[in-house]
């Protein structure tokens, strides 16, 4: 009752004419966590375990998947996340395009993509990774403390297809190209190597845009996925919002950049799919970023009721 008493106090004194637009958080500080689940087969190695318990994951996670015996010094291939990420976001204003300056780093996958020997049967074939958001209101433009608010923005799974290419085929790759066009190698006069990809499972109830960038070089398309969340569903008052005329949903959109995205090769899925490709004897990075957009909130004269009712409250107290 104290809070609202001081909301409605707060209102009153802006004056029944000043009818603002809806307020909304305008800068979020976040933690940005991922890890690997369900990797297959058994022989993967798992390593940088993570409890379910200590993170904003719901479920336990590994930091690192690695297979193979080594065949150079670089050592096995392997899929690591550059997790937890923390830091401060602002807000993208409703219906604002938004910009390259609007995203804030997320964790990187990285995949180390190195020759290895050993059963072909060791390799990775599949994992899920999940990706989780935790955001906490740090500033508003209301003129009023609405200080602590937190939410968890929709936790990704992504569950993936892994293709592990021969180091040396007889032929082409599996993909149609010849070996060694696009490879890094330590001896660029030494035509072998394919690249490896993840072929990203059907995403249901994700909407998934493939952008190209146009003022860089194929290479550096971008995949975005697009999830909503609502502060009403994370337990704040629906009452005071509608109240306050405040923006209580926010999209948070997750780009993935610095790989080849494929569309056409599909390994056992159908095509058209969705997925990456990583060079053969390269440290391959893929960097995600995310940017928080505002959702219209319904129009209203929510400041001057507001405002009304505080000035009702009070001339209720003066004839008790």
Sequence with gaps: MKILNKIALSVALLGATSIANAGMITQWSYINEAGFTAAEPNAV???????AGSSILTQDTWKKLSWGDALTPSGKSSLVVDSPVTGVINTANVGQSLADSDFQQGTDLIHNNYRIGGPSSNALTGATLLDGLKLSAANWDVPFDLSGIEGLAPELSIKFDF???????????????????????????????????????????????????????????????????????????????????????????TRLTGLTVTTLFCGNQAAPCLGFATEELKKNVLFASFAVRAVPAPAGLAFLGLALLGLGINARRKKA
Excluded: H, M, W
């Design 45 to 51: 190695t798992k390593s940088g375990f993570v409890s």
């Design 163 to 253: 293709l592990e290419t021969p180091n040396r085929p007889a032929g082409k790759c599996v993909d149609g190209s010849t070996p060694g066009t696009d490879v890094n190698d330590v001896d660029p006069n030494e035509k072998f190597g394919c690249d490896d990809y993840f072929i990203l499972d059907p995403l249901s109830g994700l909407n998934v845009t493939l952008n190209d960038r146009g003022d860089l070089d194929p290479t550096n398309d971008f995949v975005e996925f697009t999830t909503t969340f609502d502060l009403i569903d994370l337990g704040f008052p629906k009452a005071l919002a509608q109240s306050l005329q405040l923006v209580t949903k926010y999209e948070v959109v």
